[in-house]
């Protein structure tokens, strides 16, 4: 097992693939999967092997994990081939886990894969056989989802077709981001500098011959769905944020739909004051005050929410930072993209 040290130099991805870079990247992100962990490197090892031979690399990224995740990612790395593993210095997320992961790879193709074995590993011969017809993107499509609640079900279902009506990209629906991607479009999406990321958008943003491989979504192998409500909401935001000024467009109606209300109220009560049918009372007050106060707030939440968004851009902050990588006898520890020269 070979370390690089925390001062490393820097080198760019381009100068880190050698002429013998394998056929294939994995990329997974980790986080408390120390139950998952080693049945998933067991299919996802079959996999690669039986698709492409021993031209692969597994990349598990932990994504400041409370277990053991990290300590069993550096035992991979030390008694199996092909595996790199990446230890980010906090919990980072799961959308900058994977880009951690896609930055420091080197294979012809990337598969993003979650480690909790969901996404079926097997498929992913199947993935580089449509990759063969030249396509640069093979995205799985759930056909079904096991064991996921009818709220969670439901309010998927109603993102992806909010973001679907709105979004300014055409970003396939029941779509996650277990994919199989070119180099080519991989050296693309690390090209891309956002702070709040939303792959899945992003990949269908960057074009090229896409095309969905039908699947069904198993249930976790172990523990508990990582992705809490309050995750869900973020990654929702940065999807409608990110890839549509829809929200900006309805703030707008909303203040002109209350523009008018206004005018509306304003001549009923002049009316009524000149033809002495003017009734006095706390109801209307208190609708109207409702009404326009329920208005500017939302108005001011959607404005906020893309101000947030250009808050966090211009900060210039690295989108994550990396603690120690780690890899393989036969592999040579990339070096970290974090890292500024000495």
């Not at 998952?36 to 990349?59: H, K, N, W």
């Not at 109603?158 to 479009?185: A, E, H, K, N, T």
């Not at 959607?302 to 968004?309: D, P």
């Amino acid at each position: 097992m070979t370390s690089t040290p925390s001062g490393g130099p820097r080198k760019d991805a381009a100068s880190r693939r050698k002429a013998t870079a394998p056929r294939l990247s994995v990329v997974a992100p980790c986080y408390n999967e120390q139950d998952t962990l080693p049945a998933f490197m067991d299919r996802m090892q079959a996999a690669c092997e039986a698709a492409v031979g021993a031209s692969y690399e597994i990349v598990l990224i932990n994504d400041g994990s409370r277990d053991d995740t990290w300590k069993i990612i550096q035992a991979f790395a030390a008694s199996r081939p092909g595996v790199v593993g990446i230890n980010l210095a906090r919990n980072h997320g799961h959308q900058l886990a994977v880009s951690a992961g896609l930055k420091l790879t080197r294979g012809d193709w990337v598969l993003v894969i979650d480690a909790d074995l969901q996404d079926p590993p097997e498929l992913l011969a199947e993935m580089l056989r449509a990759a063969a017809e030249g396509f640069d993107v093979v995205y799985g499509r759930r056909r079904t989802r096991a064991s996921e609640s009818r709220f969670k079900l439901a309010t998927a279902s109603l993102f992806y077709r909010l973001l679907g009506s709105v979004s300014d990209v055409d970003i396939p629906q029941d779509v996650g981001d277990f994919r199989l991607i070119s180099r080519r479009i991989a050296e693309r999406l690390n090209a891309m500098p956002e702070q709040d990321r939303f792959i899945r958008g992003m990949v269908a943003w960057l074009g090229g011959r896409q095309t969905e491989l039908l699947y069904d979504r198993d249930a976790r192998y172990a523990g508990e769905t990582k992705y809490t409500l309050s995750k869900m909401l973020r990654l929702a935001v940065a999807g409608l944020t990110g890839f549509s000024t829809a929200p900006l467009n309805f703030a707008v109606v909303l203040a002109l739909a209350g523009t008018l209300i206004g005018v509306a109220i304003f001549l009923y009560a002049f009316v009524g004051y000149f033809f002495g049918r003017a009734a006095p009372g706390w109801t209307s007050l208190a609708l109207i005050s409702v009404f326009f106060g329920v208005g500017q707030l939302g108005c001011l939440a959607i404005v906020g929410a893309y101000l947030g968004r250009v808050y966090m851009q211009v900060k210039g902050r690295p989108l994550y930072l990396i603690d120690e990588i780690v890899a393989s006898r036969d592999l040579a520890a990339p070096a970290d993209p974090t890292k500024t020269p000495a």
